[in-house]
């Protein structure tokens, strides 16, 4: 459900809006988010592919002008290039949705150093350089920057050791700089989603039958959308919200809550035993 039926649909009207990693998954939903709303969209990656197909979706769906440009956020260079291309086409960035990151399950025992660097250079340093290299467009704009974080920021994941220990960097790192550049006028902060239908995580879990099971253990009892997720970031952007800045907003349907893990203890023997129980059939 796109937040244009709750906000004026000019609210982002003549407003850029950059995504990195904005060809697919939680990030293009959170610019097709803004786009309900009249923004003009900028996006990043490193497929060209996948950066057109989302710039066709959008420009056809919306009406909305959108620039889109490879770039990997491990190159700072890049992603100036892109940020300059980006204000030439469409106009100063208003919001930065810094959303690219790289993940992969696996034990601690068998996470290479170099596998470890790879996560945090995508997630952390992709993060702080997408912020550093639009810092004078967000301060002639007074912007906003979203940062798209994780769960195992704050908890611990098995065979997440590398993506906790970038975002919970990331989450430190957005209220350091909040704090920084209150004075021009910018605010920061993080969004953490929860389990989100349709997005590659998910789908590696197990198929549709299984997330069906797993779902329960979210107490709101059904995974998120992409458009929970855009609507957060609409809506922290948004003058609603214009003394809000450093916060990190959960959007996980109730999983962070402490008692979420017994009930998921005790849901995760039933998920086994269907599982064992389809593997027989």
């Known amino acids: 459900m796109l937040?244009?039926?709750?906000?004026?649909?000019?609210?982002?009207?003549?407003?850029?809006?950059?995504?990195?990693?904005?060809?697919?998954?939680?990030?293009?939903?959170?610019?097709?988010?803004?786009?309900?709303?009249?923004?003009?969209?900028?996006?990043?990656?490193?497929?060209?592919?996948?950066?057109?197909?989302?710039?066709?979706?959008?420009?056809?769906?919306?009406?909305?002008?959108?620039?889109?440009?490879?770039?990997?956020?491990?190159?700072?260079?890049?992603l100036e290039a892109a940020f300059a291309g980006c204000e030439a086409a469409l106009g100063a960035i208003h919001v930065l949705v810094a959303g690219a990151a790289g993940n992969f399950p696996a034990p601690a025992e068998n996470i290479s150093a170099n596998g470890f660097k790879t996560v945090v250079d995508i997630d952390l340093l992709g993060a702080f350089n997408a912020t550093r290299a639009a810092f004078s467009q967000l301060q002639k704009t007074q912007g906003n920057v979203i940062f798209i974080s994780a769960g195992q920021a704050y908890m611990p994941y098995p065979y997440?050791?590398?993506?906790?220990?970038?975002?919970?960097?990331?989450?430190?790192?957005?209220?350091?700089?909040?704090?920084?550049?209150?004075?021009?006028?910018?605010?920061?902060?993080?969004?953490?989603?929860?389990?989100?239908?349709?997005?590659?995580?998910?789908?590696?879990?197990?198929?549709?039958?299984?997330?069906?099971?797993?779902?329960?253990?979210?107490?709101?009892?059904?995974?998120?959308?992409?458009?929970?997720?855009?609507?957060?970031?609409?809506?922290?952007?948004?003058?609603?919200?214009?003394?809000?800045t450093g916060t990190v907003m959960v959007v996980d349907g109730g999983m962070n809550l402490p008692g979420s893990g017994m009930w998921a203890a005790l849901v995760a023997k039933d998920v086994m035993k269907a599982q064992a129980e389809r593997s027989k059939s």
Not at 11 to 26: E, P
Not at 195 to 214: D, H, Q
């Open 3 to 78: 937040v244009n039926q709750f906000f004026p649909k000019d609210l982002y009207a003549g407003k850029t809006v950059f995504v990195t990693g904005g060809g697919s998954g939680i990030n293009l939903g959170v610019a097709r988010n803004f786009a309900a709303l009249g923004a003009n969209i900028g996006i990043c990656g490193r497929t060209q592919e996948k950066l057109d197909k989302a710039r066709a979706e959008l420009e056809q769906e919306f009406g909305i002008k959108v620039f889109a440009q490879v770039a990997d956020v491990r190159d700072y260079a890049a």
């Open 160 to 244: 997440q050791a590398h993506v906790g220990a970038a975002k919970a960097a990331i989450d430190m790192m957005m209220k350091n700089i909040a704090m920084e550049w209150g004075r021009f006028g910018i605010r920061l902060n993080s969004i953490v989603p929860g389990p989100i239908a349709g997005t590659e995580g998910m789908k590696r879990l197990g198929g549709e039958s299984m997330n069906s099971e797993l779902a329960r253990v979210v107490p709101l009892q059904r995974f998120g959308t992409v458009d929970d997720i855009g609507q957060a970031a609409v809506f922290l952007c948004s003058p609603l919200a214009s003394y809000v």
